[in-house]
């Protein structure tokens, strides 16, 4: 069933419930006074009407100072005309509790008769038939030697009727109301449900693939927040999805890259093996082809230990040292001293940094390394080192080949080259910036690739500073 049908089922059965008790509370309430007022009236009626007896028995003169049936009779007949417009019914017996007059149509019921000995004054209900209702009274008399019992009857019938026809008109009009407020209620529970609807289709919407779908907002409540909070969950989710499917991408070209950097030198190694083994050469041919096998081996064998360094990068926790920063430069002034092709031009601050030593020169080795194999004979290669703000930055630029700026964001992935044949004369197979990536990640840092096609680049990295900031 759906939730706003659910609204409204539950709000029609508290209304029906409301309605239905408060209903019967005012009902019986109006029909209690009422019979409680003809009650009274009835006890009123029936005091009067023995002071009337009494009167006229004082009153007619008596042959035995006793007064006779006879009497009691005409007494009796007597009093019943004089009720006779309002319906007043009555009955009186004698000490042996035997009728001595009876109005015509007064019940045979003798039970309150039996009663009235008690107490002087009493009454009930009584409901001869299916459709009529009397108040009886009864009380006794005292008068010239005769105790007698007098009781009346009074029809309180409409009394009945009207609280009849109050639960009926009550019913209706309980119907009526709920009948108007289930359309009226209807369209509140729909107005009520309807962000939930639009949450129900924005997730129906990313189920089946639109990520970007959003639900609308429609109101600022605890419904509102619910849909903000929904979006916000979505936003976050497109992301990872979209990271996870760069991740699948990136895993894919790797695979595929990794395939092909095996088959080219595999295959010039089998070629060249075949020949070996099936061929009588002469020495010269012998041993170029024995060469190629050996530096192809050997660049299978460089490509091999880089892929396990960057695996083991990944799965390395840092072991980070304060250092100066000034000690990395002078490690790479000792190793690129005899270097003539390129001149290395040095500029750097002075400063503690906090890294890992061994892995920020394979970094910088890598870095330079690339600057210079970019780079035309002659051309400068600077390494500058800066004091900043957000630590301390790195940097090696040459005034090389540049690379072309829909390239730059790819350069650090594996295997990736940006002139293939240039790359690998230069024994180079692409790992070597998604090396120095995983390194600065571990340093919470990254490549900052700066360059211009056929101008030179600039590689820069930023190293967190040691505690002691020099
Ligand atoms: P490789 O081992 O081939 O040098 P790298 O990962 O170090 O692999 O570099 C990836 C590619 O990025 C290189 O093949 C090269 O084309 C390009 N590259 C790297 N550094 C520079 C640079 N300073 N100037 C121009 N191109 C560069």
Request: contains cysteine; glycine residues 6%; aromatic residues 10%.
């Amino acid at each position: 069933m759906k939730f706003s049908y659910k609204i409204l089922l539950c709000t029609m059965i508290t209304l029906a419930v409301a309605f239905g008790i408060g209903g019967y509370v005012f009902v019986n309430d109006v029909f209690k006074a009422s019979l409680d007022r003809e009650t009274g009236q009835a006890m009123d009626e029936s005091s009067i009407l023995r002071f009337a007896f009494e009167t006229a028995a004082l009153n007619i003169p008596s042959k035995y100072h006793m007064l006779q049936n006879s009497v009691i009779e005409e007494i009796g007949a007597n009093l019943e005309k004089s009720g006779q417009v309002t319906g007043r019914l009555l009955r009186i017996s004698d000490e042996e509790r035997q009728v001595l007059y009876a109005s015509e149509g007064f019940v045979e019921d003798t039970e309150l008769l039996n009663h009235i000995q008690e107490k002087t004054r009493v009454y009930q209900i009584l409901h001869p038939d299916e459709e009529h209702y009397y108040i009886q009274t009864g009380m006794r008399i005292t008068t010239l030697d005769r105790v007698l019992y007098l009781e009346t009857l009074r029809d309180v019938t409409p009394v009945y009727g009207e609280r009849t026809r109050g639960f009926a008109v009550y019913r209706n009009l309980t119907l009526l109301i709920l009948v108007l407020s289930s359309v009226f209620l209807f369209f509140i529970a729909s107005w009520l449900t309807r962000p939930i609807r639009l949450l129900t289709q924005a997730a129906r919407k990313m189920t089946a693939g639109d990520y970007s779908y959003r639900a609308e907002q429609i109101s600022g409540d605890e419904m509102g927040q619910l849909t903000c909070d929904f979006n916000h969950m979505a936003n976050a989710l497109e992301e990872n999805i979209c990271k996870l499917q760069e991740e699948v991408r990136a895993r894919e070209d790797f695979i595929a890259a990794f395939s092909h950097e095996l088959k080219t030198p595999l295959t010039a190694v089998i070629g060249y093996a075949d020949l070996l083994r099936t061929r009588k050469l002469d020495e010269e041919k012998h041993f170029l082809s024995a060469n190629y096998i050996y530096t192809e081996g050997k660049r299978l064998e460089a490509m091999s230990l880089r892929l396990l360094d960057i695996i083991v990068t990944k799965r390395y926790s840092l072991d980070a040292q304060e250092t100066k920063a000034e000690l990395m430069f002078e490690y790479l002034r000792d190793m690129y001293g005899g270097h003539e092709e390129h001149p290395l031009v040095f500029q750097y601050d002075p400063g503690v940094i906090r890294a890992e030593v061994n892995l920020l020169k394979t970094v910088l080795l890598n870095l330079v390394d690339n600057a210079c194999k970019a780079s035309e004979e002659g051309s400068r290669v600077e390494i500058l080192g800066e004091k900043r703000e957000e630590g301390y930055w790195f940097a090696v630029k040459d005034y090389g080949v540049g690379i072309p700026p829909e390239e730059v964001r790819k350069i650090t992935e594996a295997f990736y080259m940006v002139d293939k044949s240039r790359s690998r004369s230069h024994n180079g197979a692409g790992l070597g910036l998604a090396l120095c990536a995983e390194i600065l990640k571990l340093h919470e840092s990254e490549l900052v690739i700066t360059s211009v096609l056929g101008e030179g680049s600039c590689f820069g990295f930023l190293i967190p500073y040691g505690e002691v900031k020099e």
